[in-house]
């Protein structure tokens, strides 16, 4: 009751004991991992090592390949094997390094230096940038980036996103009950970056224990606020979640800067408190593995570059009719195509439906204009009008009701008793006109 | 067949991957079962011949629409529901006294049937494109081609076998007629009527007469979340207040409010007719217009029009606006400071 959120979204079961009770663990070492050049939104990284080159473990493998770009490490020591075009989740071939794990687990350089609050904000940037840091909620933004806002944009307010909005996924959720300090010392970290003196941390209600922890963790840390949120899917949309906490609208097509606000993902801050002590580049992550048909589900610290096949075996694999293999969470998630695709810095659940869960024919009735979606939409679109309009080939006045205004999260199809696909419509549109 | 399994035949589709279970012949079935305390009343007042005229209505439609899709070649959507409602609803919407043999008249709720499923439903596109209310259409197609037949009323019987009964005024005919004096000297007190209205011991067609078993049905559809409160609200409320202001004889705000909202078709068509989606506009603040815009023709029909009657007319009449008035409220997009952006967009 009255807990703070957004107009709109939906609640859809969140089934996430599934894998909720597992602690974090270390899943076995690859023998092998395909690194993708390409994890980020940006320009994909030139590759800097050649086939047959001995790599160590957090030595840089890919430059970036412009301003909004990120270098990329490698995750394993070993020889680089191969170099070449290979599928990722999305099913789009991109260039990737293919290295051979010896085993060895040698780092190329690992400082721990208890002092990093005292660097000043260029050196902190510095190394959030050698790191390789994007956003690990999914959109795998370069952190650097959202860092280095334009002099004219004045933040003053820094959140880190606890909301975890997709049913089943556990690894923000994990991380806060486990790593709360270091979230907390990562949300200080971007405070010093950006100079600003409030941090907030929003948490879905649904996970008390992570508010009480986070709470607990911040106790006594000057300007940062732990908030519980109510629990509602897109909660964890940065407009969203900012709506929730600040009260402030980001208006359409602007971005969270011109509100004055930087939004980071958990896990994102707990890679930049790394990346500031330690100096350890972004080369595993959290990934959590579960779903009806996964047989043992688990939040494992996974290598970028990691086979999904390997973790699905690493869990005890297929249980019952395996379905859909999706890498993400149910509403925003891709259904990989192939198992022998990587972990990226973006993935943050592999999810696996039981194939009697599915529908294989996807049959869509016309809309009845219920309005249903209309209510859940939390941009304030009207789907419903979207997904004719683009039906019928209308995609030019689709823009008049503002088609590019929506992030896809899925709350219009999923809510449609007519089973119609709203956002892949809404895809076709975009697709079809200019912005 | 495992082999192959055991080689990850993975399923691809587009996101979301989980959805609602609910769907749209649910959502038909269950406006059908809201629609049957108020329908059981009707055959309770008005005998076996209600019966009857209701499930001629229903199969009419039904059948009407599976030949429409065998003859088009379109793969058949009957079970969805959606004909067996509008087949339900337009039996509500006519006189038990339509099953009669002399002269006949069991024509008319057939034809009346195939004007609303295939006329007005399925020549305009099938479900979701149809313009106009369907059993409305079809109520008026009946009342405009047997204008007599239409308005033959029966008294309330207590004989549930009876194939005639002695007919009478309906309320708001008499009211229209004869004035609101007449009325009560009718029903005997102002509490009297207003119990038979309540209950739906009163002539009129078979499903309108019980406010409470429409009323229970209605809640029941807000409680579930088929429809919201905003047309019902805004309909009843308009015409509620424009009953009271203008209502009376001679003297504004002497008006009796109550006997307008109970009587004729206002109940049955605030909470079944004017919440049908596909003829409303779906943005919460155009349905209101919608409302205030029903309830205002009704009371306009009612109290300036020829006929008794207006809640019809007046829902037909907005079907029309729908469209337009989604078009022009919009939904208010997030983050934006003014409340239509198309022009930014250009």
Same mark, same amino acid.
């Given at each position: 009751?009255?807990?703070?959120?957004?107009?709109?979204?939906?609640?859809?079961?969140?089934?996430?004991?599934?894998?909720?009770?597992?602690?974090?663990?270390?899943?076995?070492? $690859?023998?092998?991992?395909?690194?993708?050049?390409?994890?980020?939104?940006?320009?994909?990284?030139?590759?800097?090592?050649?086939? &047959?080159?001995?790599?160590?473990?957090?030595?840089?493998?890919?430059?970036?390949?412009?301003?909004?770009?990120?270098?990329?490490?490698?995750?394993?020591?070993?020889?680089?094997?191969?170099?070449?075009? %290979?599928?990722?989740?999305?099913?789009?071939?991109?260039?990737?390094?293919?290295?051979?794990?010896?085993?060895?687990?040698?780092?190329?350089?690992?400082?721990?230096?208890?002092?990093?609050?005292?660097?000043?904000?260029?050196?902190?940037?510095?190394?959030?940038?050698?790191?390789?840091?994007?956003?690990?909620?999914?959109?795998? %933004?370069?952190?650097?980036?959202?860092?280095?806002? $334009? !002099?004219?944009?004045?933040?003053?307010?820094?959140?880190?996103?606890?909301?975890?909005?997709?049913?089943?996924?556990?690894?923000?959720?994990?991380?806060?009950?486990?790593?709360?300090?270091?979230?907390?010392?990562?949300?200080?970290?971007?405070? !010093?970056?950006?100079?600003?003196?409030?941090?907030?941390?929003?948490?879905?209600?649904?996970? $008390?224990?992570?508010?009480?922890?986070?709470?607990?963790?911040?106790?006594?840390?000057?300007?940062?606020?732990?908030?519980?949120?109510?629990?509602?899917?897109?909660?964890?949309?940065?407009?969203?979640?900012?709506?929730?906490?600040?009260?402030?609208?980001?208006?359409?097509?602007?971005?969270?800067?011109?509100?004055?606000?930087?939004?980071?993902?958990?896990?994102?801050?707990?890679?930049?408190?790394?990346?500031?002590?330690?100096?350890?580049?972004?080369?595993?992550?959290?990934?959590?593995?579960?779903?009806?048909?996964?047989?043992?589900?688990?939040?494992?610290?996974?290598?970028?570059?990691?086979?999904?096949?390997?973790?699905?075996?690493? +869990?005890?694999?297929?249980?019952?009719?395996?379905?859909?293999?999706?890498?993400?969470?149910?509403?925003?998630?891709?259904?990989?195509?192939?198992?022998?695709?990587?972990?990226?810095? &973006?993935?943050?659940?592999?999810?696996?439906?039981?194939?009697?869960?599915?529908?294989?024919?996807?049959? %869509?009735?016309? +809309?009845?204009?219920? &309005?249903?979606?209309?209510?859940?939409?939390?941009?304030?679109?009207?789907?419903?009008?979207?997904?004719?309009?683009?039906?019928?080939?209308?995609?030019?006045?689709?823009?008049?009701?503002?088609?590019?205004?929506?992030?896809?999260?899925?709350?219009?199809?999923?809510?449609?008793?007519?089973?119609?696909?709203?956002?892949?419509?809404?895809?076709?549109?975009?697709?079809?006109?200019?912005? | 067949?495992?082999?192959?399994?055991?080689?990850?035949?993975?399923?691809?589709?587009?996101?979301?991957?989980?959805?609602?279970?609910?769907?749209?012949?649910?959502?038909?079935?269950?406006?059908?079962?809201?629609?049957?305390?108020?329908?059981?009343?009707?055959?309770?007042?008005?005998?076996?011949?209600?019966?009857?005229?209701?499930?001629?209505?229903?199969?009419?439609?039904?059948?009407?629409?599976?030949?429409?899709?065998?003859?088009?070649?379109?793969?058949?959507?009957?079970?969805?529901?959606?004909?067996?409602?509008?087949?339900?609803?337009?039996?509500?919407?006519?006189?038990?006294?339509?099953?009669?043999?002399?002269?006949?008249?069991?024509?008319?709720?057939?034809?009346?049937?195939?004007?609303?499923?295939?006329?007005?439903?399925?020549?305009?596109?099938?479900?979701?494109?149809?313009?106009?209310?369907?059993?409305?259409?079809?109520?008026?197609?009946?009342?405009?081609?047997?204008?007599?037949?239409?308005?033959?009323?029966?008294?309330?019987?207590?004989?549930?076998?009876?194939?005639?009964?002695?007919?009478?005024?309906?309320?708001?005919?008499?009211?229209?007629?004869?004035?609101?004096?007449?009325?009560?000297?009718?029903?005997?007190?102002?509490?009297?009527?207003?119990?038979?209205?309540?209950?739906?011991?009163?002539?009129?067609?078979?499903?309108?007469?019980?406010?409470?078993?429409?009323?229970?049905?209605?809640?029941?559809?807000?409680?579930?979340?088929?429809?919201?409160?905003?047309?019902?609200?805004?309909?009843?409320?308009?015409?509620?207040?424009?009953?009271?202001?203008?209502?009376?004889?001679?003297?504004?705000?002497?008006?009796?409010?109550?006997?307008?909202?109970?009587?004729?078709?206002?109940?049955?068509?605030?909470?079944?007719?004017?919440?049908?989606?596909?003829?409303?506009?779906?943005?919460?603040?155009?349905?209101?217009?919608?409302?205030?815009?029903?309830?205002?023709?009704?009371?306009?029909?009612?109290?300036?029009?020829?006929?008794?009657?207006?809640?019809?007319?007046?829902?037909?009449?907005?079907?029309?606006?729908?469209?337009?008035?989604?078009?022009?409220?919009?939904?208010?997009?997030?983050?934006?400071?003014?409340?239509?952006?198309?022009?930014?967009?250009?």
């Amino acid at each position: 009751m009255g807990l703070a959120t957004f107009k709109g979204g939906i609640h859809p079961p969140d089934k996430k004991t599934l894998a909720a009770g597992s602690s974090i663990v270390v899943s076995n070492p $690859p023998k092998i991992v395909v690194i993708p050049l390409s994890q980020h939104i940006g320009a994909p990284c030139k590759p800097i090592v050649s086939i &047959g080159q001995e790599v160590r473990k957090g030595e840089i493998i890919g430059e970036p390949g412009g301003f909004v770009s990120s270098p990329v490490h490698s995750s394993v020591s070993g020889k680089v094997v191969a170099i070449g075009e %290979f599928p990722n989740a999305m099913g789009r071939m991109v260039n990737s390094v293919v290295i051979e794990n010896d085993g060895k687990e040698e780092w190329t350089s690992l400082k721990d230096n208890p002092d990093y609050m005292n660097l000043s904000p260029e050196e902190l940037r510095e190394k959030v940038k050698a790191a390789g840091i994007v956003g690990m909620g999914g959109a795998a %933004f370069p952190t650097v980036v959202k860092l280095s806002p $334009p !002099k004219e944009k004045a933040i003053d307010a820094v959140l880190i996103n606890g909301a975890e909005c997709e049913p089943y996924l556990t690894a923000d959720y994990r991380l806060m009950i486990e790593k709360s300090k270091e979230v907390v010392e990562g949300l200080k970290i971007l405070m !010093k970056i950006l100079g600003v003196q409030k941090g907030y941390i929003g948490i879905e209600n649904n996970k $008390p224990d992570a508010v009480a922890k986070m709470k607990e963790a911040a106790a006594g840390e000057a300007g940062i606020e732990v908030l519980a949120l109510e629990v509602k899917y897109p909660q964890g949309a940065e407009k969203m979640l900012i709506k929730a906490i600040l009260g402030r609208e980001v208006p359409p097509r602007a971005l969270p800067m011109d509100v004055g606000v930087v939004v980071q993902n958990v896990g994102t801050a707990l890679a930049i408190y790394e990346a500031a002590r330690f100096g350890k580049p972004l080369i595993e992550r959290v990934v959590t593995v579960t779903g009806e048909g996964i047989a043992e589900p688990k939040n494992l610290i996974v290598r970028i570059g990691t086979k999904v096949a390997d973790l699905i075996e690493e +869990c005890g694999g297929f249980k019952g009719g395996v379905g859909k293999v999706i890498s993400g969470g149910p509403m925003m998630g891709f259904a990989l195509s192939s198992l022998d695709v990587s972990v990226t810095k &973006g993935t943050s659940g592999i999810l696996v439906i039981p194939e009697d869960s599915v529908s294989h024919v996807e049959e %869509f009735g016309p +809309c009845i204009r219920c &309005g249903r979606c209309i209510d859940a939409c939390a941009m304030g679109l009207m789907p419903s009008m979207l997904s004719v309009l683009s039906e019928k080939g209308h995609y030019e006045e689709a823009k008049e009701y503002n088609l590019f205004d929506c992030f896809e999260c899925g709350s219009c199809a999923y809510v449609c008793p007519s089973k119609r696909p709203i956002v892949q419509l809404v895809r076709l549109a975009k697709s079809m006109v200019k912005p | 067949m495992e082999a192959t399994k055991k080689e990850h035949q993975l399923i691809v589709s587009v996101s979301p991957h989980v959805k609602t279970d609910e769907t749209t012949s649910r959502i038909m079935w269950s406006v059908s079962l809201a629609l049957l305390p108020a329908a059981l009343a009707g055959v309770y007042f008005f005998g076996l011949r209600a019966l009857f005229i209701t499930a001629l209505c229903i199969v009419s439609s039904a059948v009407f629409e599976q030949l429409y899709f065998r003859m088009v070649g379109k793969k058949s959507a009957v079970g969805d529901g959606s004909a067996f409602l509008t087949g339900l609803l337009l039996g509500m919407n006519m006189p038990a006294s339509l099953w009669s043999f002399s002269p006949f008249t069991v024509h008319v709720p057939v034809i009346a049937s195939f004007v609303a499923v295939v006329i007005t439903k399925q020549l305009f596109g099938g479900l979701g494109f149809n313009v106009f209310n369907p059993a409305l259409i079809g109520r008026a197609f009946a009342l405009i081609s047997w204008p007599k037949a239409m308005t033959i009323w029966s008294e309330p019987t207590a004989a549930f076998l009876a194939m005639d009964a002695k007919t009478t005024a309906t309320p708001l005919g008499i009211l229209k007629e004869e004035g609101v004096v007449k009325l009560l000297e009718v029903f005997g007190d102002k509490m009297s009527l207003y119990m038979h209205l309540l209950t739906g011991n009163r002539a009129g067609s078979i499903g309108e007469t019980s406010a409470i078993a429409i009323l229970i049905g209605g809640l029941f559809l807000l409680y579930r979340g088929y429809i919201t409160w905003h047309i019902p609200v805004s309909f009843l409320g308009t015409a509620a207040v424009i009953a009271w202001v203008f209502g009376g004889k001679g003297a504004l705000f002497t008006g009796d409010p109550i006997v307008h909202l109970i009587s004729g078709g206002m109940m049955l068509g605030a909470w079944f007719m004017a919440t049908d989606y596909v003829t409303s506009p779906s943005v919460r603040k155009g349905q209101i217009i919608f409302g205030i815009g029903c309830g205002f023709l009704t009371m306009l029909i009612r109290l300036k029009g020829g006929y008794p009657e207006g809640v019809m007319f007046a829902i037909l009449i907005m079907n029309c606006f729908a469209p337009i008035i989604d078009r022009g409220v919009k939904s208010k997009v997030f983050g934006a400071v003014k409340q239509n952006t198309a022009k930014e967009n250009k």
